[in-house]
Nanobody, 127 residues
Framework: VQLQASGGGLVQAGGSLRLSCTASGRGSNLLAVAWFRQTPEKEREFVAG???????????DSVKGRFIISTIDTNNAKKTTYLQMNSLRPEDTGVHYCAADQSRPARWSEPGDYNDWGQGTQVTVSS
């Protein structure tokens, strides 16, 4: 499975961004997908996750009510997962990574429970 992340950028506090993660390869339509973020000062932290059908979602407390994760399968056997980020805060700054696994992770917030990772996309929120 290959993961391609995009959509980062620079935005002022209170603004919005939408990140995309496109998964391709065998079994990509059955993936659970999550977003993590990392800064030089912090370990990689869980942001949000969604199961393969889109019916189960999980959010870090810090983003509940502000971020929405969704997923869609395309006809060419690709899955795209979106992270709509609203009311952004400076503390949301970091390199954002998408991660995927063939089964729903036992622990959404544990990076080790994911097999596949995309490259990061930088999100910078200015105050």
């Amino acid at each position: 499975v290959q993961l391609q992340a995009s959509g980062g950028g620079l935005v002022q506090a209170g603004g919005s961004l939408r990140l995309s993660c496109t998964a391709s390869g065998r079994g990509s339509n059955l993936l659970a997908v999550a977003w993590f973020r990392q800064t030089p000062e912090k370990e990689r932290e869980f942001v949000a996750g969604i199961n393969w059908s889109g019916r189960v979602t999980n959010y870090a407390d810090s983003v509940k009510g502000r971020f929405i994760i969704s997923t869609i399968d395309t006809n060419n056997a690709k899955k795209t997962t979106y992270l709509q980020m609203n009311s952004l805060r400076p503390e949301d700054t970091g390199v954002h990574y998408c991660a995927a696994d063939q089964s729903r992770p036992a622990r959404w917030s544990e990076p080790g429970d994911y097999n596949d990772w995309g490259q990061g996309t930088q999100v910078t929120v200015s105050s």
